[in-house]
């Protein structure tokens, strides 16, 4: 068989043929061929001699196959050309070119006699079974690949090559057999390959395709089947394709094949929608700290291998393909996979599923390069509007949630913020900084200005709780070490050469001799300003390509104002009534601007006062609820308050907004979801009207006992209860308690939250298409009276300001983020981040205001704990294994000390300490080296 | 450092002068290269704020452990502004050792001066910027009523009494007061001894021009007679050096993305999708 061929004389045989004439080979070749030919006649119903099969027998189609078939073949008979065959076809293999390039004699002879079309005929007349063609499949793999002339410019070889590969296209017999397929796969990728090098064969390949009135281009359309395929079968398809998409980048041709008669694009881009929907629709979890899926999690999930494998060959097929193939898969893959897929997927019912969705959005993005894709994945987030809100939106109001969608949102804005995009930025932040009302007036002129005295350096690292302070911590945690602080040159030599006398005394009376003394220095903020110097630089560069500086004058401000306004009016904002999560909502529910309110907020009737600041309490505590305040009806906040309670009862005291308990966790999470999304519909048809709120609530109390298994009828009785519980601890904030805390921090949130309320029904509508008429003036319009920075902003030094009750890998990912912000070199983001001079409006809260809010909590905190400065140092030693053996899991897998003792991860308090002091050195390092740094980089 | 001094092509519009290789100190981040224009261009004012010191003396502790952070910041970015105000014919250079002392060079261009390359050092104090105005030595005194005729020193103190940070502008613009504005004893009857005595003075610090440097120090200006063997190459890198500097900005490094039409604050903006590929 020609398996034999392939498997047995690979080797062997090669080493015996060295050193034996050209015309010895050739005459064995024509020995066996006699041998065969023979065979063939015998059993030719025709009779024909020489090459009589001409190419018009109609061949090519699977139906012509049956009339070749005459009585049975001896299966001696059959073998016995195996063996001549397998004998020729390593003749051939070896031979070597003729003189300048001709054809060598036994290839010639192969030509004249056309000895492959009757061998592919021979196989027919037998049955042509799988095997047959597994035969003639490695015959060719084994001909072209290992062939020392080129074979495939004689149409006596490519013609029964197409012909053999049609009869595997349409093979009537239903589909091929793995084997085939295998074999078939590997053979086109070897003509690819001869294809990629050597681009005049391209030509044959199609006219030859025309004469069997075959597809065109049959190679290329055999592959597509096998786009998705996983394993190797499929990488090798998808190898093929690649050396084709890269040939059509050259040849229009091709090019215009691909993108016109064949169904390349759409089935590459339908299939990842396919491949989609078999992935996994929620994810184990293996802990809390998870936040994104990591090489690790994802090569555990076959189908999510397999979905990646097409997306990067999505993203390698618009590298290197034809502008005209890659904007057909382009648009194919945003209007077949994400809008169709994705988004309904990111709004799925369950936290579980959203934040599933959310961690492969992520890795997505995480996983293409590709311009043109990022481009398509990002105005998707940036643009696309499901249920008329952006997905950018949606997005940033589930930073806010607390549980695992909060920090698997972060998680996606890390790698959002790590592309450097343009577009992303202004979308997210910069928007709400140009117009620059977050800052007094005066400040705009200021606002370019560095820190060129590292006074906002010297502001945050004054922050270092007293308990952190450098003198207090004792080695190997606090990194001292001494540097020689010289002051001028060294005094041992001054100048060798005699001049001036004067000059050299008065260099020796002081100006130059040693006044270096040793300073203690703490040498990790070293390593903090040579990281922040190499990301500001990396982004310093990455920006070049931004289309303006963000500077405070460019984009003018007052322009961007105007049409921001005009852009706003112009739709029907629906305003947040759709959002989910967002912070704007918990927050300040009570702070209710008067004609807003009135419009799209019916509130039935005005509770006490205390109530009204009890339910703000509750659900900022909740933060997991998503509540509008109209919708803030009595279950949906005893609902909340109910699981809030149980995390209490269950012993997570105040942390539980972070790290409910499982049970708790559990609820709260099907239940608001829910709800929310009854809220959102009902919200939408009543917005701007006082619907009817009985209606609404009883929809939600049906949502409600679907998805939890509360007894309703308890539900106000445990609400009051709670009422007491919560009113008592919030009228008490100086307990000595790790719950005292909450309010007093929500509180501060306050001011900050109120402007929310106010801008937000503006700002997610500020993209809108500009209007070609005029714009009537939008009542209530107070957008940009009120100073915002952005919701993006806004919530993450929200929860920035709730680092003692984070958990640490919220505290990482957080500070982790800002620090990100950090080092982009735009003046309007470096004077809001870093310059702690800048005076910013009453109701724009800075980060180094919110930096001081944790100071002083931490303080207060460090203060009521006796034991706080032995934790704070176990903690420290902890975090310090942590690094280090994260380190050494880079490199090799080898465990590393762990320290004596192990602060338990719920002290969050004594964590985000350590935390927040390595935070402020983190940023004051920024903030220096942006001093010097802030120029286009000069040559390194 | 070797700056090397072209005297034949001199021009008014180009000077060439500046570090012809950058070495790395530890304590220094690597500076760019000074590539002066004549014309300054964005010199930005610096308010003066209040000082770290000051600020921070409250906060025990961290100013003690990160006040020789902030001093070596503020003096590198007092450098930064130096590059970037691009005084013409004026180049500085911190010392290996310290930043607290500068080597500079300047070049005279016109006026009773003209073909005078005076070098000097600055010797910053070490409570900047909160402390006395820096000191300015002339490596060779220069004939000059604000220089010291004897110890070389300029007299900086009138150019700081209220802007204490616009040093190195107000040095420059000292030095090219025109000295009958001033009172000089002796000179003010006798321009024409004064203007003698000053080309006299140009004439011998320029005779000392190739001569070592004062202090030992890799980092100090040094001038050498042409020699294409050392200095073509220099030249011609300094030459290439916008065009690398573009192709750098183009290279591989860049990450960034941006599909915002310039002028628009609209994402996607852009018509044609560019491909950076």
Redesign the interface.
């Known amino acids: 068989m020609t398996s034999m061929v392939v498997n047995g004389k690979r080797g062997g045989q090669s080493l015996v043929l060295k050193g034996v004439d050209p015309e010895t080979c050739m005459i064995v070749f024509k020995n066996h061929w006699a041998q065969v030919v023979k065979i063939l006649e015998k059993h030719d119903p025709l009779r024909s001699n020489v090459g009589g099969l001409g190419g018009g027998h109609g061949l090519g189609g699977g139906g012509g196959l049956a009339s070749f078939r005459f009585g049975a073949i001896p299966g001696d008979e059959a073998s016995a050309v195996q063996n001549y065959v397998e004998h020729m076809l390593f003749l051939l293999m070896e031979e070597e070119c003729g003189q300048n390039g001709a054809m060598g004699p036994i290839l010639e002879f192969v030509v004249m006699e056309n000895v492959l079309e009757r061998l592919f005929i021979w196989s027919l007349r037998r049955e042509f079974t799988d095997d047959m063609k597994l035969e003639q499949l490695k015959m060719y793999e084994m001909l072209i690949g290992q062939a020392k002339q080129p074979l495939l410019h004689h149409k006596p070889v490519l013609k029964p090559l197409m012909m053999l590969l049609s009869s595997c296209s349409g093979s009537p017999s239903g589909p091929s057999s793995s084997a085939v397929e295998t074999e078939l796969v590997l053979l086109l990728n070897q003509l690819c390959c001869v294809l990629a090098k050597d681009p005049s064969v391209l030509e044959l390949f199609f006219h030859t395709s025309e004469d069997q009135g075959a597809a065109n281009f049959l190679i290329f359309s055999l592959l597509i089947p096998f786009i998705h395929r996983e394993g190797s079968v499929g990488q090798q398809a998808r190898d093929a394709l690649l050396l084709i998409m890269a040939l059509s980048a050259e040849n229009q041709v091709v090019a215009k094949h691909i993108a016109e008669n064949t169904y390349f694009c759409p089935v590459l881009a339908t299939g990842l929608s396919g491949l989609y929907s078999s992935l996994p629709t929620k994810l184990d979890v293996p802990s809390e700290e998870w936040h994104c899926l990591h090489r690790e999690d994802w090569q555990q999930l076959p189908a999510l291998v397999q979905f990646l494998n097409s997306l990067e060959f999505c993203n390698a097929v618009i590298?290197v393909a034809h502008?005209s193939i890659?904007d057909q898969l382009v648009g194919y893959i945003h209007n077949g996979f994400l809008v169709p897929v994705l988004a309904p997927a990111l709004h799925k019912l369950t936290l579980e599923e959203v934040m599933t969705t959310t961690a492969y959005l992520d890795l997505f993005i995480r996983s293409v390069s590709?311009?043109?894709l990022?481009?398509t994945l990002?105005?998707f987030i940036?643009?696309h509007r499901h249920d008329n809100v952006h997905i950018l939106d949606t997005l940033v109001s589930r930073i806010n949630t607390p549980f695992q969608l909060g920090t698997v949102s972060l998680a996606l804005f890390r790698t959002l913020i790590g592309?450097?995009?343009?577009?992303?930025m202004?979308?997210l932040v910069?928007?709400y900084l140009?117009p620059c009302n977050h800052m007094m007036l005066s400040q705009r002129r200021?606002l370019?200005?560095?820190?060129?005295?590292?006074?906002s350096?010297?502001?945050l690292?004054?922050?270092?709780p007293s308990c952190c302070?450098?003198?207090?911590i004792p080695p190997p945690l606090r990194q001292?070490d001494s540097?020689l602080?010289?002051?001028?040159?060294?005094g041992s030599?001054?100048?060798?050469?005699e001049?001036?006398e004067?000059?050299?005394e008065?260099?020796d009376c002081g100006?130059?001799c040693v006044?270096?003394s040793e300073?203690?220095?703490?040498v990790s903020?070293l390593d903090y300003?040579c990281d922040a110097?190499n990301s500001i630089s990396?982004c310093i560069?990455?920006?070049?390509?931004?289309?303006?500086p963000y500077d405070g004058e460019n984009?003018p401000p007052e322009e961007?104002q105007r049409?921001?306004l005009e852009e706003a009016d112009l739709t029907a904002t629906p305003g947040l009534l759709e959002l989910e999560w967002d912070d704007s909502y918990d927050a300040c529910p009570t702070q209710p601007h008067p004609e807003e309110d009135q419009e799209t907020r019916p509130i039935p009737d005005e509770p006490p006062k205390h109530i009204q600041e009890l339910r703000r309490t509750a659900v900022m505590i909740v933060k997991g609820s998503y509540i509008e305040e109209s919708e803030f009806q009595n279950d949906v906040m005893v609902y909340d308050l109910v699981a809030q309670k149980d995390a209490h009862d269950s012993g997570n005291g105040y942390h539980a907004p972070s790290k409910p308990t499982e049970p708790a966790k559990q609820e709260v999470l099907d239940g608001p979801v829910t709800d929310q999304k009854t809220a959102n519909s009902e919200s939408l048809m009543s917005n701007g009207l006082s619907s009817p709120l009985d209606e609404m609530d009883s929809k939600k109390r049906g949502s409600q006992s679907e998805h939890k298994s509360l007894e309703g009828e308890d539900l106000m009785a445990q609400y009051e209860e709670l009422i007491r519980t919560l009113g008592a601890q919030h009228s008490s904030p100086a307990k000595a308690d790790g719950e005292l805390k909450s309010p007093t921090v929500l509180m501060d949130d306050e001011e900050d939250e109120i402007d929310f309320n106010s801008f937000s029904p503006e700002t997610p509508e500020t993209?809108k298409l500009p209007s070609p008429f005029g714009t009537k003036p939008r009542s209530g319009s107070r957008g940009h009276a009120v100073p915002f920075t952005g919701p993006f902003l806004s919530v993450l030094l929200s929860r920035l300001e709730n680092m003692p009750s984070n958990s640490l890998h919220v505290n990482l990912l957080l500070t982790g983020i800002l620090a990100q912000l950090a080092a982009y070199p735009q003046p309007l983001l470096r004077s809001f981040l870093l310059n702690t001079?800048m005076v910013f409006q009453p109701s724009v809260r800075s980060l180094y205001q919110v930096l001081a809010s944790v100071k002083n909590q931490i303080e207060q905190w460090s203060a009521n704990n006796k034991d706080f400065p032995e934790l704070l140092t176990a903690a420290q030693h902890s975090l310090l294994a942590r690094e280090s053996s994260l380190r050494a899991d880079r490199i090799k897998k080898n465990p590393t000390i762990q320290p004596k003792t192990v602060v338990p991860l719920n002290e969050t308090e004594v964590y985000a300490t350590v935390l927040f002091t390595e935070f402020l050195k983190e940023l004051?390092a920024f903030a220096?080296e942006h001093?010097?740094?802030s120029?286009p980089?000069?040559?390194? | 450092m070797t700056v090397y001094h072209n005297n034949s092509s001199r021009s008014d519009g180009e000077e060439q002068g500046g570090p012809g290789e950058?070495r790395s100190s530890p304590a220094h981040?690597?500076?760019?290269?000074k590539q002066l224009p004549s014309i300054p261009k964005n010199a930005?004012p610096?308010?003066k704020?209040?000082?770290?010191a000051s600020?921070?003396e409250?906060?025990?502790?961290?100013?003690?452990?990160?006040?020789?952070?902030?001093l070596e910041?503020?003096l590198?970015?007092?450098?930064?502004?130096v590059?970037?105000q691009r005084l013409p014919g004026i180049y500085v250079q911190p010392?290996y050792?310290?930043t607290?002392?500068w080597f500079g060079v300047i070049f005279i261009r016109h006026g009773l001066y003209q073909d005078g390359v005076f070098k000097f050092?600055v010797?910053i104090p070490?409570n900047f910027?909160d402390g006395d105005c820096p000191?300015v030595?002339f490596?060779?005194?220069v004939f000059h009523p604000l220089v010291d005729s004897?110890?070389?020193?300029l007299d900086v103190r009138r150019a700081f009494i209220k802007k204490k940070k616009k040093k190195k502008k107000k040095k420059k613009k000292s030095l090219t007061l025109p000295p009958w504005n001033l009172n000089l004893k002796g000179y003010d009857k006798d321009f024409q001894l004064f203007k003698s005595k000053v080309v006299d003075s140009v004439k011998l610090c320029n005779s000392?021009l190739f001569?070592?440097?004062?202090?030992?120090?890799p980092f100090a200006i040094s001038f050498s007679p042409w020699n294409p063997a050392v200095h073509e190459e220099a030249k011609d890198k300094m030459f290439a050096?916008k065009r690398?500097?573009k192709d750098?900005?183009k290279g591989p490094?860049?990450?960034?993305?941006?599909?915002?039409?310039?002028?628009?604050?609209?994402?996607?903006s852009k018509e044609d999708?560019?491909?950076?590929?």
């Open positions: 590298q502008p890659r590709e311009p043109a990022l481009h990002l105005s940036l643009l592309l450097h995009c343009e577009d992303v202004l979308q910069f928007k140009i200021v370019r200005e560095r820190d060129c005295y590292s006074v350096a010297a502001k690292l004054a922050l270092t302070s450098p003198e207090v001292l540097i602080w010289s002051k001028g040159t060294d030599h001054i100048g060798t050469m001049s001036k004067v000059l050299s008065e260099d100006n130059s006044i270096g300073i203690y220095l703490d903020y300003l110097q990396h560069r990455a920006c070049c390509v931004w289309s303006a984009p961007y049409s921001t993209e001079n004051a220096q001093s010097i740094l120029y980089p000069t040559e390194q | 950058q981040p690597p500076f760019g290269k930005v610096i308010t704020a209040a000082s770290p600020s921070t409250s906060a025990n502790g961290t100013h003690a452990s990160y006040g020789p952070f902030y910041y503020s590198l970015a007092e450098f930064t502004l590059i970037k010392s050792r310290s607290l002392m050092t010797y070490d910027p000191r030595i490596d060779t005194p004897v110890s070389g020193e000392h001569d070592q440097p004062k202090i030992d120090d050096y690398l500097h750098y900005n490094l860049v990450s960034g993305l941006s599909w915002v039409k310039p002028g628009s604050t609209q994402p996607f999708i560019p491909l950076q590929t």
